[in-house]
């Protein structure tokens, strides 16, 4: 699979999204080693702190069948009816990812038109890992 259906993956998820408080819509598609993509979008909860973003969905989706071998994350969101240049991951999905992939892990922000492949240590280059228990 290439980056740029990746990404339209990604997209596609966004449009699913629960967010009825931010209207900030997020979609991302999660590729496997094994070629299966497993994608997420953002589900908010009036008790703000029981939201999950969609990086997190779309990698406790594929860890919860089975998958830890990962190839890459597409991220696609902004405002309803919008698309941001640039949706990064929040602290916590970037400490999630941290846990279930390797620092060179690619992970493409942007647009299915227009984007971005950052490495994982690019956007957290001081990960907390089991190296540090």
Not at 26 to 32: C, E, K, N
Not at 109 to 130: C, N, R, V
Request: hydrophobic share 40%; charged share 25%; with cysteine.
């Amino acid at each position: 699979m290439n980056d740029k259906t990746l990404m339209e993956q990604a997209q596609k998820a966004r449009e699913k999204s629960y967010s009825p408080y931010s209207h900030f819509r997020v979609g991302a598609a999660l590729l496997t080693k094994s070629g299966k993509v497993y994608t997420g979008c953002n589900i908010e909860n009036a008790a703000f702190s029981a939201t999950v973003c969609a990086e997190r969905t779309a990698i406790f989706k594929a860890v919860s069948e089975g998958e830890r071998d990962f190839e890459a994350l597409a991220i696609v969101g902004g405002k309803e009816g919008e698309t941001a240049d640039f949706c990064t991951p929040c602290g916590v999905c970037r400490q999630v990812i941290a846990e279930f992939c390797p620092r060179d892990f690619k992970i493409l922000l942007g647009t299915p038109e227009k984007f971005k492949a950052f490495t994982l240590d690019a956007l957290l280059p001081l990960s907390f890992t089991e190296k540090d228990l």
